[in-house]
């Protein structure tokens, strides 16, 4: 079955410093969202990618899609303490099914 | 416009008991999804609703169910509770299944005792 791998699990970086966590999946994705969830809190979508290789950004975040459609990544540059919590991404399957399979998720925490 | 609803947002349950989460999506929105979140094993797709009908269904036992109403506002029941039902159940409207964003509601905590 479909399975999506988000690395790494944990990261703690100093404050300024940057941020990267991966998605990847087993077969070819339709499109990928992003949504980050602050502790106690519920996912907030960040960013829909659709096209192969498509790059958006926001601010200090960075979302790439993979060439393939298999991949893709969430960079934040100069971290800051209000980045911290927990990064989802969120692939719709290309079988038409409508069912987001969230990541495992990697949890941020940012050291002051 | 008022965001997605989840009620009650706490709920303390003995095992076998019954159990039943509303949500009243955003006005306008016709996708219900709904998710359990634990910390082991993150975010599950339960199922997903649109104009009445499931749509997808997650690897749930069929303790689980659910089922949306006219006005797209959902409820999931779980039967039977087990210990291992506690978690952050949550609930995601979105205006159309698939390629929109999902606006997620603050969820309803079940603790099963």
């Known amino acids: 079955g479909q399975q999506v791998m988000q690395i790494p699990q944990y990261q703690h970086v100093q404050e300024g410093e940057d941020f990267t966590t991966y998605c990847n999946s087993s077969t070819t994705l339709s499109n990928i969202q992003w949504y980050k969830q602050r502790p106690g809190g519920h996912p907030v979508f960040l960013i829909q990618l659709v096209k192969s290789g498509e790059v958006k950004k926001q601010k200090r975040l960075t979302f790439q899609f993979g060439e393939a459609k298999k991949n893709s990544s969430l960079h934040i540059t100069a971290t800051q303490t209000t980045d911290v919590g927990t990064y989802f991404c969120a692939p719709l399957l290309t079988s038409g099914t409508y069912k987001y399979i969230f990541g495992t998720g990697t949890r941020l925490k940012v050291l002051a | 416009k008022a965001g997605v609803t989840q009620t009650p947002r706490y709920l303390i349950k003995t095992r076998g008991q019954q159990v039943t989460l509303s949500c009243s999506p955003i006005s306008g929105h016709r996708s219900v999804s709904w998710y359990q979140q634990t910390p082991g094993q993150g975010l599950q797709f339960l199922f997903e609703y649109f104009s009445e009908t499931q749509r997808n269904k997650g690897n749930f036992p069929g303790r689980f169910s659910g089922r949306q109403f006219s006005n797209s506002r959902s409820e999931m029941n779980v039967s039977t509770l087990e210990l291992g039902d506690s978690a952050l159940y949550l609930c995601?409207?979105?205006?159309?299944?698939?390629?929109?964003?999902?606006?997620f509601g603050q969820g309803t905590r079940l603790t099963v005792v």
């Open positions: 995601a409207s979105a205006a159309s299944p698939g390629d929109t964003e999902a606006f």
